[in-house]
């Protein structure tokens, strides 16, 4: 049976959306992974073994327990949370976290542009040198608000989120400047907040629990093998972060996926890009003679 083609544009209700992300990642798991880890890869290797050092250093407390604190061994509170391994950690995680975006959005525009056609690594390598930087530098001002409004007043913040989940789509699918996304996210989620509100929330809990639980499993083995191995806790727990920073992010694929699905439905119901397509096909002109109806956002 040939492989039903996703339509991105069009308008979803909840179910829908978690049904058609499941259904696309299953069909594309394979080049998904492969984009995931090809490009995101050595991003999110160089948090995890930095979060490893990390942690075997926060832990090694638990050793020298053991063993005896050696005469002024020991460090202040201070130094030992912002080592240089903390700010590592703070920077590979915001370029692990562009990366994965990027890279699944380029995926995603390849794939509604082309038909349904899955792209190869070449492929979503031209839309992720692209839109990498762009998305990176953009993204700041945007998390800052978020955070200032967290901060201030817990709803503002949760209201700013919601708002600016679809920047990077925006950005990225529609070409745009940060005006433009900026303006572009409030203007399209008009009278669709609480609904995506609840489709982010459910799937921010799949990935979270999903991520967790396999986390866990592959990091408890892995870390009990370390621990009857070395028998250093400190050890343990940074082999352990390592493996948790590497398996939890591949199941953020479900929730960009799913907020990916929902920027196509918010844009649809504001723009009916998608209905225009749909009808000028029903033309029935297989010469070509009508124009194409461009796409606008």
Known sequence: MAEQEINFRKVREFGDNLNDTFLFIKQNLKGLLG?????????????????????????????RLGGGFAAGGQRTAISEIFTPEYFLIIFFSWLTFVSMRVVLAAYIKFYVENDGLHPSMDQVWVYFKKYFFRVFF?????????IIGTLFCLLPGIYLAVVFTAFDMVLVIED???????????????????????????????YSFGGMIISLLIGGLVGLATYFTTKSIGTTAGV??????????????????????????????????????????LGGDQSGSHEQIPEEY
């Open 35 to 63: 984009a995931f880890f090809g490009f995101c890869g050595i991003f999110m290797l160089g948090k995890a073994i930095f979060s490893g050092l990390y942690e075997s250093r926060s832990f090694g407390f638990l050793d």
């Open 138 to 146: 953009y993204s700041i001002p945007i998390w800052v608000l978020i």
């Open 240 to 281: 352990v972060t390592s493996f948790l920073n590497i398996f939890s992010g591949v199941f953020y694929i479900v929730f960009f996926v799913s907020s990916a699905f929902q920027y196509f439905n918010l844009a649809e119901r504001h723009d009916g890009t998608g209905i225009l397509q749909r009808i000028d096909a």
């Open 176 to 206: 745009a400047t940060m005006g433009e996304a900026f303006n572009r996210c409030f203007l399209i989620i008009k009278d669709q907040f609480w609904i995506s509100l609840a489709i982010y929330l459910v799937a921010l809990i799949i």
